[in-house]
């Protein structure tokens, strides 16, 4: 299975030669009939003849049009501390991909960490999760997240999170590319947030919006950037962001987007010496955690560095003799902070 990085490499047209030419004429062929069957899916959806079930409290759900990590889980927790300061109490729902009966996914522990108070229920069978949010939470609110695609439980607002570094899919529907859907699907938006909007100039951001809202005239517009607010170890301790400027560090990380991580960490002017890439919702056995400190060892890393969620899912300070931080990172929007603020509140207020 292609890691990430490699994938996109792949389907971008970046990898060259005879056999990389082949695989993407390969996809291309897989590529159409899994589009028509999404269209064909989604299809019985708008007619209703795919049933959609309704709970008794409002629905917002926050995803993605892309494979990947596009920058939502800060999104979702922007929102779930704007509905707590308007005093609404909020139930998160999602699949919980790599989670089992016994351990929540990293995801479910992230937000644990970041909002101790707000109950998170992750089943494959999200109608059932979010009824059971409601029985045993009494919660006003459902946020619904990596909901996009997932049109069983009906919604009353979807958040649309569009990476700006990958906003188009490479023009493909997965496999051949990696959109989810074909770009039509944003037509049931109610806003598009574009993440990563500050890695781009205010041109190249026009562009993008003027492409996607063609498909959602009716969605807001909303531009924001993921800030990095400090560096967290696994025990609890915090340091500047500073702290690792200039110094060489090891990076690894499971994530949708490896090299979304890679440019935060060198706007933070720390000397990445490599960077090692794990499927995302990554398990960290024993013997890979002792392998990434010898990697590190290795190349002479001064510190190892990770992602918040990367954190949650090994319990050491240390790798070797190299302190090991992650990065927290805060979503900050740009543009449309007030308007989506009053769609939000619109939801509540019904």
Same mark, same amino acid.
């Given at each position: 299975m292609l890691r990430p990085t490699k994938f996109r490499n792949l389907v971008s047209g970046r990898q060259q030669g005879w056999l990389a030419s082949v695989t993407r004429? !390969? !996809?291309r062929i897989v590529e159409v009939p899994y589009t028509w069957v999404v269209r064909l899916r989604n299809r019985r959806f708008d007619l209703g003849r795919t049933q959609v079930h309704r709970v008794d409290v409002p629905v917002i759900s926050v995803g993605n049009l892309t494979l990947g990590g596009t920058g939502k889980t800060p999104l979702v927790e922007w929102i779930a501390r704007t509905l707590a300061d308007r005093g609404v109490g909020v139930a998160l729902v999602s699949r919980g991909y790599g989670s089992t009966d016994q351990q929540p996914n990293d995801e479910a522990r992230l937000l644990a960490q970041r909002l101790p108070n707000v109950p998170h229920l992750q089943d494959p069978d999200r109608v059932a999760a979010a009824r059971r949010a409601i029985a045993e939470h009494d919660c006003q609110l459902i946020l619904l997240d990596d909901g996009f695609q997932h049109r069983r439980l009906a919604r009353d607002l979807d958040l649309v999170v569009v990476d700006a570094l990958e906003p188009f899919g490479f023009g493909h529907v997965f496999p051949r590319g990696t959109l989810r859907e074909p770009l039509e699907g944003l037509a049931r938006a109610g806003a598009i947030i574009l993440s990563r /909007?500050?890695? !781009?100039?205010? /041109? $190249?951001? $026009?562009?993008i919006?003027? $492409?996607l809202c063609s498909f959602a005239p009716r969605a807001i517009w909303c531009e924001a950037r993921h800030a990095p607010q400090q560096l967290l170890a696994h025990g609890g301790a915090t340091a500047p962001l500073d702290s690792l400027r200039n110094q060489r560090v090891a990076a690894f990380c499971g994530i949708g987007n490896p090299a979304a991580f890679r440019a935060t960490l060198e706007r933070c002017g720390c000397d990445v010496l /490599?960077?090692?890439e794990y499927d995302d919702h990554a398990e960290y056995r024993r013997e890979e955690v002792d392998a990434i400190a010898r990697w590190a060892a290795d190349l002479g890393a001064e510190a190892v560095v990770c992602t918040h969620k990367d954190l949650v899912m090994v319990a050491t300070d240390h790798l070797g003799p190299q302190p090991r931080w992650a990065v927290t990172i805060d979503i900050e929007l740009l543009t449309g902070e007030d308007d989506l603020k009053a769609l939000i509140a619109s939801v509540v207020s019904g």
């Open positions: 004429g !390969l !996809l /909007a500050d890695m !781009l100039d205010p /041109a $190249e951001r $026009e562009t919006r003027h $492409e /490599a960077l090692r």
